[in-house]
């Protein structure tokens, strides 16, 4: 929050949960940003920073879908305020539903708004975000305030590992050499590539992995020559080369 603009706040969205058909999602995937600094890994998040706020305890703040049994049995266990507590450190959340009344008071004791934009330079991204969305509404809702980009300040933050996360990237190598010494033992010829994905994946989940972190890429003879050949279907001939692209995705156990 150091290399904020004075009388600036900065918000940070959940990814959405995307559906694929009527009652069926594809699995939530949270957003790094708002999960790097905050650990809170729930759709419907919404994390503002204030450094300069009049109240203090509106420097930090969590929004949070908010929970019920019906939910609790339907979905799962969701953040009470006090687990998001103990997740985040941050001692103000509000529920989902009092977000736009806690913005205005927030708006009209800033000057700058910083927003969450994805500025990878290879990002081709059609689909509308969580994030997008937001910043549409707010900055119709409050022309007047300037706009800064939050994105340059994390990519400075996010390149300077501490010790935690030394420590896990270090367990999620450990856990990817454990997949990749399984399967030098049971490649041989005449396994199919989605055999050799399955070895993996048997590895990366009997040691608390959640799974893959991106689509594997399993390719034997020609199929390697393939830059994003993901298919995995086909059978592993005798001299033929295998081209490896994966790498498991950490579990990390959220406080309740």
């Known amino acids: 929050m150091a290399q904020m603009k004075p009388s600036s706040l900065a918000v940070f969205n959940s990814n959405d949960i995307y559906p694929i058909s009527a009652d069926s999602t594809m699995p939530f995937q949270q957003h790094r940003d708002i999960f790097y600094l905050s650990g809170v890994d729930q759709e419907e998040s919404i994390l503002v920073l204030f450094p300069d706020c009049p109240k203090e305890k509106h420097r930090e703040i969590l929004f949070l879908k908010e929970t019920n049994e019906h939910i609790a049995i339907w979905e799962g266990e969701k953040l009470t305020k006090e687990a998001a507590l103990k997740t985040s450190g941050i001692k103000t959340v509000y529920w989902l539903q009092d977000m736009e009344k806690v913005m205005f008071e927030l708006m009209t004791q800033c000057d700058t708004v910083y927003i969450n934009t994805n500025e990878h330079y290879r990002a081709s991204v059609e689909t509308e975000t969580r994030e997008d969305r937001f910043t549409k509404w707010l900055t119709n809702k409050y022309p007047a305030h300037s706009v800064?980009?939050?994105?340059?300040?994390?990519?400075?933050?996010?390149?300077?590992?501490?010790?935690?996360?030394?420590d896990l990237i270090q367990r999620a190598c450990d856990i990817t050499e454990?997949?990749?010494?399984?399967?030098?033992?049971?490649?041989?010829?005449?396994?199919?590539?989605?055999?050799?994905?399955?070895?993996?994946?048997?590895?990366?989940?009997?040691?608390?992995?959640?799974?893959?972190?991106?689509?594997?890429?399993?390719?034997?003879?020609?199929?390697?020559?393939?830059?994003?050949?993901?298919?995995?279907?086909?059978?592993?001939?005798?001299?033929?080369?295998?081209?490896?692209?994966?790498?498991?995705?950490?579990?990390?156990?959220?406080?309740?």
């Open 178 to 256: 454990k997949g990749f010494r399984r399967v030098l033992n049971f490649v041989k010829p005449d396994v199919w590539e989605y055999n050799i994905e399955a070895e993996f994946m048997h590895e990366f989940l009997n040691n608390r992995s959640k799974g893959f972190a991106y689509t594997p890429i399993v390719g034997s003879g020609n199929n390697a020559n393939v830059l994003h050949y993901i298919e995995n279907n086909q059978q592993c001939k005798a001299g033929d080369l295998i081209l490896l692209m994966l790498v498991q995705n950490m579990r990390i156990t959220r406080v309740t």
């Open 148 to 166: 800064a980009k939050s994105n340059p300040i994390l990519q400075r933050l996010r390149s300077v590992k501490d010790q935690i996360e030394l």
